[in-house]
């Protein structure tokens, strides 16, 4: 009787300590997974930035992205100042690639993903019914209905087009005065990351514990240089 | 076969019409060498670079090459007093501009395009616009052509 209860004591607590050990070293293995090796992100400098809308034709272009729908696009305020030294204001308005995103979290099929070896959050069209719970859910109202897929679409910083390619995004490369910088942010020496360091950046909506990857740097008051 | 000829008829009219809108357009661009403006003495030396054939050379405006340029005092000798227009940031854009907006006001200028308000006084209005060809070239951008112009000075 004794022994058996000893027995049983020793059976169940090895049993408990095994569980937990492969609760414990399964848990590191999906953290592992999560962390992707390359992170992309993506900085826009409101101030190099000029508003010519190069960025979004060149992304309706090579995406080809039909018209009356974009996944990126330049809006802008203003203007400020009196005549004749009067400026704008110029924000990207495009997916802000959160790493905690919600679009991913709601979707019933699993046709909104993060890509886990980039980072990138991007649709698979033929997965995707059209129900628009993605579209409710992006806090930064981005997403819409593509009129020819009839899928949902945002920007996928060109996960399928330029990346393939070994290329940057369209509008890092249609941008004329440079104020687009793409590039990954677990490389230390990466340009982003350099760029990240020495100037202050803002986020969109950071309050909402998305973590965006689209960074901005706040444009300061005045005009721009030529 | 009734429905048929039917058919040929309307698509000969529609040709006819369409023809003889095609002639008069043409007409109107060949008679407008023939503005009042093109008489005025200036054009007996600068027949090849003076033709004004621009919205701002039609008759009901009654402009002379004067109105834009100057009095031609001196002219042809130098230093004169003859307004140039041209990109070349060493003729200030800002006396150059000055002509333009007698006429043209600014709040006008950017309700039509934004980039009037941004550029003002820095770039010279003959740097993008052309007044002498029958049309002026920036009212038939396209979006791509727009960006592909800002390009040429902000391109780095």
């Known amino acids: ?226 | 076969m009734f429905r048929n000829t039917w058919r040929t008829v309307l698509g000969v009219a529609t040709l006819v019409c369409l023809l003889g809108f095609g002639t008069a357009g043409t007409a109107n661009a060949e008679t407008s060498t023939a503005l009042k403006i093109n008489d005025g003495p200036c054009l007996k030396c600068h027949k090849r670079n003076g033709t004004m054939l621009g919205v701002h050379g039609q008759d009901k405006m009654h402009f002379t090459c004067s109105t834009c340029h100057g009095e031609q005092g001196v002219h042809p000798r130098k230093p004169n007093d003859i307004r140039v227009f041209n990109p070349d940031p060493e003729n200030a854009p800002q006396e150059q501009n000055k002509t333009c907006l007698r006429c043209h006001r600014p709040e006008k200028l950017a309700a039509g395009e934004w980039t009037h308000n941004v550029h003002a006084n820095k770039v010279s209005c003959a740097a993008c616009h052309q007044l002498h060809p029958a049309t002026d070239p920036m009212t038939q951008m396209t979006g791509t052509q727009h960006s592909q112009l800002c390009r040429q000075c902000h391109a780095k």
């Open chain 1, 1 to 226: 009787m004794d022994k058996s209860k000893r027995q049983f004591l020793q059976g169940s607590g090895a049993m408990i300590a095994g569980i937990s050990l492969y609760v414990l070293t399964n848990g590191e293995v999906a953290g592992e997974q999560q962390k992707s090796a390359v992170k992309y992100a993506m900085l826009h400098d409101e101030n190099k930035c000029i508003g010519c809308n190069a960025c979004a034709d060149n992304c309706r272009k090579v995406n080809q992205v039909p018209e009356g729908v974009a996944r990126l696009e330049i809006i802008r305020t203003g203007p400020f100042g009196e005549y004749p030294n009067q400026y704008y204001h110029f924000t990207r308005k495009s997916c802000e690639q959160c790493e905690d995103s919600p679009c991913v979290h709601v979707c019933p099929t699993g046709a909104a993903f993060k890509d886990e070896n980039t980072g990138i959050v991007s649709v698979n069209s033929w997965k995707c019914v059209g129900c628009q719970y993605c579209i409710a859910a992006c806090p930064y109202h981005i997403r819409f209905i593509n009129p020819v897929t009839k899928a949902a679409d945002k920007c996928d910083f060109c996960r399928e087009t330029q990346l393939k390619q070994g290329k940057q995004p369209a509008c890092v490369e249609a941008c004329p005065t440079k104020a687009l910088v793409f590039g990954d942010l677990n490389d230390p020496n990466s340009e982003i990351v350099k760029a990240l360091e020495e100037n202050p950046v803002y986020r969109n909506k950071r309050d909402l514990g998305t973590h965006p990857k689209l960074f901005r740097i706040q444009a300061k008051q005045g005009g721009i240089n030529v």
